[in-house]
């Protein structure tokens, strides 16, 4: 089975780890590396040390949005050979073996789509939470396999998005009947920066998470249960007005801090915030 690995990238000096982990890679299957680069030639240093690999100079469309996440996405799908298209983010390190658990249930051909279980910061932990079967409702894009008839039949990455647009395709395949199999063994470390860009991925994030229900209204019925965090945070800034007269509203935040003790409670609750006040913004923005 011939694997394509499309990694997309903006100013990116991580990418280069990332190509030397993936071509030192151990896997039974044939593949090609595909690299998206918006740089405007500010990583031709890179490219240059890589021929092996396609390096595609990625000119956004006139009047494009800054962010072209999606777009580039779809050119490395449009670029690749392979039948099967593993996305991976610039900076990822995979782990032993990863290549082949990712993409064993497709290989089998029991499946079109699967994810890593175990990815994010180098703890690893996991992020992800199946349903009894395995299958997630959505996943990001950092450790993803498609096979190329999921994406014919749920189609390319909405580039309406700046942010968001891998989950847009999680619930649009899960709408196509295409499950999304989360797999262990196809582990990805990834560094996630400082905690000054985690706090703005985080307000991104939360306008992404917002458009995405403003776009499958269908769904707004599950956000108690899969996203109470974007119910829960928002009312609780709308409400800080309360604060000013009774500041035992403030009191509140004990209960998030106490559930986030082991994990950095006070950045971790900023980063809700920023994710809140991100939503929040999107919602304000698209009623005006």
């Known amino acids: 089975m011939e694997v394509s690995i499309v990694i997309i990238s903006k100013d990116e000096r991580e990418l280069e780890p990332t190509l030397d982990a993936l071509m030192a890679h151990d896997s039974v299957h044939d593949r090609e590396i595909v690299v998206v680069d918006a740089s405007g030639g500010r990583l031709a240093d890179i490219a240059g040390a890589y021929p092996d690999i396609l390096w595609i100079d990625f000119i956004p469309p006139a009047g494009s949005k800054q962010v072209t996440i999606p777009e580039q996405r779809n050119a490395g799908i449009a670029a690749a050979r392979g039948e099967v298209v593993v996305f991976v983010d610039a900076g990822c390190m995979p782990g032993g073996g990863w290549l082949d658990a990712l993409l064993d249930p497709i290989a089998r051909g029991d499946e079109l789509v699967t994810v890593g279980g175990r990815y994010g910061s180098d703890d690893g932990r996991y992020l992800l939470r199946p349903d009894e079967a395995g299958y997630v409702r959505d996943a990001p894009t950092m450790n993803m396999a498609i096979h190329r008839r999921a994406i014919d039949r749920v189609g ?48 991104q994030y939360g306008e992404a998470r917002a458009r995405l229900y403003v776009k499958h209204r269908n769904r707004l019925r599950e956000m108690p249960r899969h996203d109470p965090m974007l119910l829960a945070y928002p009312l609780f800034l709308l409400g800080l007005p309360v604060a000013l007269r009774h500041r035992s509203y403030l009191l509140l935040l004990a209960v998030p801090l106490w559930r986030l003790r082991g994990e950095r409670p006070f950045l971790s609750l900023l980063d809700r915030f920023a994710y809140a006040a991100g939503a929040l913004v999107h919602l304000v923005r698209r009623a005006g």
């Open 156 to 203: 390319a990455f909405d580039e309406a998005f700046s942010y968001g647009s891998d989950v847009d395709f999680c619930w649009r395949a899960a709408d196509a009947g295409v499950p999304i199999l989360m797999v262990t063994g196809a582990d990805m470390r990834a560094n996630w920066g400082s905690a000054r860009r985690q706090m703005r991925r985080a307000w």
